[in-house]
């Protein structure tokens, strides 16, 4: 398989605390996308990174790319209890994989 | 705005019955894909296709056909469900080539069960 592999798999932290997640992979890639997943919804797109950056901004999203250990970071700073939800990096080759996600619980 | 369009929603399925998964985008995108969504395995591509037309194999093709014959829609057929098959099943289309970095539109979500 060339699925990425995000770590943790879960994550529990209070409001207010930061979450940080990781995603490798094991091929070249042209970008990284980072996707959220609501329970018992589609996912929707929250940053891309292009292989030729190495860190991103978003609102309160951080996210950095590191080709050479083909790794990336999702930092989601001050989080709330809104941000309870699973987290998916997807890259691509020739087509998008997704990797297996971090389940992220963030209480208030 | 409809976006993504999935049905249907819940379904089940006896093994060895076959069944049609409807996917539609009002978006004219180019790119429409299907996933599976496994507990710990994340989503698993099964078919995509990059044009009207055009098809081809993702990662777990085995089982399942698909066709595009207009840009707006792109059915997953099962053609005789097996126990194995059971998953909540994605559609997604983006503009062009998941490639080029445009993001992906998912639709809601189909939850079959095959017993």
């Known amino acids: 398989s060339q699925q990425g592999e995000e770590d943790p798999q879960a994550l529990s932290i209070q409001e207010g605390e930061n979450a940080t997640m990781n995603c490798s992979y094991k091929t070249s890639i042209n970008n990284l996308q980072w996707y959220r997943q609501n329970s018992g919804r589609g996912l929707v797109h929250l940053i891309l990174?292009?292989?030729?950056?190495r860190e991103k901004h978003s609102g309160r999203l951080r996210v950095t790319l590191d080709t050479s250990k083909k790794s990336s970071s999702l930092l989601i700073t001050a989080s709330r209890a809104a941000d309870t939800a699973s987290y998916f990096c997807a890259y691509n080759n020739n087509d998008m994989r997704f990797g297996a996600g971090t389940r992220l619980t963030v209480k208030p | 705005n409809a976006g993504v369009t999935q049905t249907p929603k819940f379904q089940v399925l006896k093994t060895g019955q076959s069944m049609t998964l409807q996917c539609a985008q009002d978006m004219n995108h180019e790119y429409m894909s299907w996933y599976r969504q496994d507990p710990g395995m994340g989503l698993r591509l099964i078919h995509y296709s990059v044009g009207a037309g055009i098809t081809d194999q993702g990662e777990v093709p085995n089982g399942y056909n698909v066709s595009r014959s207009t840009t707006e829609d792109f059915p997953l057929r099962l053609l005789s469900a097996a126990p194995s098959q059971t998953s909540v099943y994605f559609c997604?289309?983006?503009?062009?080539?998941?490639?080029?970095?445009?993001?992906?539109?998912f639709g809601e979500g189909s939850w079959l069960t095959v017993v």
């Open positions: 997604a289309s983006s503009y062009a080539l998941h490639s080029s970095g445009n993001t992906i539109y």
């Open positions: 990174i292009r292989s030729n950056e």
